[in-house]
Structure formats: structure tokens, C-alpha cells
């Protein structure tokens, strides 16, 4: 299809605002949607990129399909809602749904009763082998349930006028304008206080930089087949190479240990115990991470996707180089360790 005018909800967040810049560099409008928060704090927003202010989560289904009616788009990209990181009320599920699948399926029925043709869904790359696993994931994480769940609910919106694609995507590094990355404190401030840092063995993960995921969700939005996922990820490393890689760019030199990982469930069973105390549980049980996750190799081979999405015609090669990405994302994290 030829898009040439496109809605990003979540523009100015970190995947909507790589993903807006790669639209419009290749002359495609993109028209986007802020919080009014940050009416005051967004001098460094493209001025090219049309902007407006409002909460989607709080807007009547009126106001959202007058909104995206004021131009003919031809796609939507749904790039909002919370991650993993998130630490929210227990049951961790009732946010998660809430937030991930019946919000996201509103807004996109609105841009789908906006007589929108195209929809991608921004998702976690969770999902994809929580199918493979016959949804034995999403048992015990509630985010990774919510996420399969929300694919579900967006794919049942897809007809022959309406076509819905989800870009389900790994660990991604990079850096934007006056934002710190949330690496610091949603993943390396877990090691604070520790000789050592300790992880399951055998473990690895995809990972990509931000321009690659744009880059994805721009092919996807032009070349993506409706109910399809797609996996997205450039490289593979095993987390022995990721964390390592990640202190040593941060001027971290504690060493990096490895353990088995039911060992590891035994300090993180803690950790869960701990945090349902307080009234809150992780969309992550950290417990089960270690056994289910943090020790398998959830990799994914970009070939099969870029090919389906026809990268080379559109002058694609899968973003940034990931671990220079990686060093320049730490250093952002530590700036006071490289003044």
C-alpha cells in the first residue's frame, strides 16, 4: 500500500519519536499525540511533525475518531501503554490488561471507525515465545499473558478494510533528546550493593538498537500482512555478553558470575515475597524469570522477517550497529562517571 500520511500514538515517547523521524524522512506525514505535561518540555520535538496534546487512555471513543478524522491517514501505530519495568498494584494482571489489551483495543477501533486502513500494534517480543510454549509464560507472568493477549484482541478487529500487524520486539538500546534511558534504574540498579553480579547460566537474548526497531515498524506499516506478528531483533547475545558488555561501558568492574538458575530463584523467590508485602507484584515473577527465562536463549533470525518485509527495497539493514548502541546507552545511564 502507499502510505502517505500516518498516526503515531506515543510520538514523542522513545520508539514513537525514532519511528516518526524515520517516516518523515522518507516523506511520509506523520501527525503525532503528547500528554499535556509535557506541553512545556518538548522544544526539541521536530517542528516538521505535527503535534497535538491530549491523554488517549482518558478521551472518549468520540473524541479519539474526531481527532484522527481531522486527516485521511493511512495507518496507525499504536505506540503506547506500559512495559515490564512497571511496578504496579497486585494483581498485576488487572493493570496489565487494562493498559495493554482493553485500552489498545479501544484506540485501534477507533482508528479502525476512523475508516483508517492500517494498524501496527507495538509488542513484546515475550509473546512470540510464549506461543511457542503453549502460553506456558503467561501462567506465571502477568505482563507476558497480557501482551499474548493483546494480540488476540487487536488481530479480532482486522477485516478486509482494516489490516492489523504487531511488531513484537526484544531489548532495545539507544538514546533520544532530553530523556535518560530507564536501563539505570530498571535493570542495572537491581545489582546496587552486590560485590558481584549475578546471573542464571546459559541465558542469551535478541537484542536491537532504537533505529532498527523504527526501521521495522516502518516496514511493517508498508509491507506487513494483516494478523501477522513479527518477531523483531538484530542481534543475539547471550547475557553474559550483554551485561558484561553493559558494566564495562558504564565503568562497572565488578566481576560477572554465573549460577544455576534454580540458585538464582532462591534469592528472587525473596524478592517476589518482598514486593507483594508492599501490595505491588512485577509483571515479571522474578522467581520463575530465572528458570523460565533468564536461562533460556530467546533468540530471534531477523532474515525471515526482513525478507517477508522487503527490507532491501526499502534501503533497510536492521539499524545501528547494537553494541555500539550499547555503550552509548550506558554512558547515557552514568554521565557522572564520564564527566
Known amino acids: 500500500m502507499n502510505i502517505k500520511k500516518v498516526f503515531i500514538a506515543g510520538g514523542t515517547g522513545f520508539l514513537g519519536y525514532y519511528t516518526a523521524m524515520l517516516f518523515d524522512k522518507m516523506n511520509i506525514k506523520v501527525d503525532t499525540i503528547a500528554l499535556p505535561k509535557e506541553l512545556d518540555n518538548l522544544d526539541w520535538f521536530p517542528k516538521n511533525i505535527g503535534l497535538s496534546f491530549g491523554n488517549l487512555f482518558e478521551m472518549t471513543d468520540e473524541e479519539i475518531i474526531s481527532l484522527l478524522k481531522k486527516d485521511s491517514y493511512d495507518a496507525f501505530i499504536y505506540a503506547l501503554g506500559p512495559d515490564d519495568r512497571v511496578l504496579p498494584n497486585a494483581p498485576a494482571i488487572d493493570f496489565f490488561v487494562d493498559k495493554l489489551v482493553n485500552q489498545s483495543a479501544r484506540i485501534c477501533k477507533c482508528a479502525k471507525d476512523s475508516e483508517i486502513k492500517r494498524c501496527v500494534v507495538l509488542g513484546s517480543y515475550f509473546a512470540h515465545f510464549d506461543k511457542l510454549q503453549n502460553g506456558e509464560l503467561g501462567k506465571y507472568h502477568p505482563y507476558i499473558k497480557a501482551r499474548t493477549m493483546q494480540e488476540e484482541q487487536v488481530f479480532k478487529l482486522a477485516d478486509e478494510n482494516f489490516s492489523v500487524m504487531v511488531a513484537e520486539l526484544p531489548y532495545i538500546f539507544g538514546t533520544m533528546p532530553e530523556r535518560k534511558p530507564l536501563w539505570r534504574e530498571s535493570f542495572l540498579d537491581n545489582f546496587n550493593g552486590m560485590k558481584s553480579v549475578f546471573f542464571p547460566a546459559g541465558g542469551g537474548t535478541a537484542v536491537i538498537d532504537v533505529t532498527g526497531v523504527a526501521e521495522a515498524i516502518v516496514a511493517i506499516t508498508i509491507n506487513g500482512k494483516s494478523k501477522s506478528a513479527y518477531p523483531v531483533g538484530n542481534e543475539n547475545m547471550t547475557f553474559k555478553e550483554l551485561v558484561t558488555l553493559m558494566m564495562k561501558a558504564s565503568k562497572d568492574f565488578r566481576p560477572y558470575k554465573e549460577l544455576p538458575a534454580f540458585i538464582c530463584a532462591l534469592g528472587a523467590k525473596k524478592m517476589v515475597k518482598e514486593t507483594l508485602k508492599q501490595g505491588k507484584e512485577s509483571g ?27 527490507y532491501k527495497s526499502l534501503g533497510f539493514t536492521g539499524g545501528r550497529d547494537v553494541k555500539e548502541s550499547i555503550i552509548e546507552t550506558m554512558k547515557a545511564c552514568y554521565p557522572e562517571r564520564f564527566n
Open 284 to 310: 515479571l515473577n522474578a522467581g520463575k524469570l530465572m528458570t523460565q527465562i533468564q536461562n533460556k536463549k530467546f533468540y530471534i533470525d531477523p532474515k525471515p522477517m526482513r525478507e517477508e518485509l522487503d
